[in-house]
């Protein structure tokens, strides 16, 4: 069955620390893929997508996340954290013709 | 350009009471999604417009659930009778065609007591 998994449920990092928040997918073929944010009280705000080419992808807000087929991933990464980067992020999956599955979402705290 | 606008923002009911809910996607999408998004979870698909037509409703609860698109443009969601576990965030999200990135409104919070 087609999922993505967001194995970390909270992470906290300082701020201007590096960021790595966790994304692993099972699909039988190489799916799209995307990483969304969501403030409290909001909806989702996309941040990136990949759906073929450079496995490397820019966001906005400085995030970018890198596609690793050998290890069915799609980790999103920022160099240096800021406080308003506090949010829970989604990573979400999508086979051609099929719907979009989401992760159960990772919570950032920021720590100053 | 606006975003996906959703109404209304809380509401707050008794069980085995009726509720709707609305959306209006972004101008020129075709493909209109309703989503529940259960506390400390992902967004789950409810169902999939492509302009009036469903594409897919395989995780709608159908015997409470029903969901329209009236003239490919706004969609209301509504549940009848309401349960406890209905409790969630609903979320509306359009694209401009299948496949493509997904825009999300605010989210309609439901709260069952």
């Known amino acids: 069955a087609q999922s993505v998994t967001q194995p970390d449920i909270h992470i906290t990092v300082s701020e201007g620390a590096s960021l790595e928040l966790r994304c692993n997918y099972s699909?039988?073929?190489?799916?799209?893929l995307f990483w969304y944010v969501q403030s409290p009280g909001q909806g989702l705000q996309l941040l990136l997508k990949?759906?073929?080419?450079?496995?490397l992808v820019q966001g906005i807000k400085g995030f970018e996340a890198e596609f690793k087929r050998s290890q069915s991933s799609f980790n999103l990464r920022k160099p240096s954290v800021h406080w308003s980067d506090a949010a829970e992020y989604f990573c979400?999956?999508?086979?051609?013709?099929?719907?979009?599955?989401f992760g159960a979402g990772t919570i950032l705290r920021v720590k100053s | 350009e606006a975003g996906v606008a959703q109404s209304p923002r809380y509401k707050i009911i008794e069980k085995r009471q009726s509720v709707a809910f609305w959306c209006n996607p972004i101008?020129?999408?075709?493909?209109l999604y309703w989503y529940q998004q259960i506390l400390g979870q992902g967004p789950k698909l409810l169902i999939q417009?492509?302009?009036?037509?469903?594409?897919?409703d395989s995780q709608l609860p159908k015997d409470r659930f029903s969901a329209e698109r009236l003239k490919g443009v706004d969609s209301t969601l509504k549940i009848q009778p309401a349960k406890l576990e209905d409790s969630a965030v609903y979320l509306c999200?359009?694209?401009?065609?299948?496949?493509?990135?997904?825009?999300f409104g605010d989210g309609t919070r439901l709260s069952i007591l």
């Open positions: 999200a359009s694209s401009v065609d299948r496949d493509k990135p997904q825009h």
């Open positions: 699909y039988g073929a190489t799916p799209y």
């Open positions: 990949y759906f073929s080419g450079d496995t």
């Open positions: 979400a999956g999508m086979e051609y013709g099929n719907k979009l599955v």
């Open positions: 101008s020129g999408h075709a493909t």
């Open positions: 417009f492509q302009n009036n037509g469903v594409v897919d």
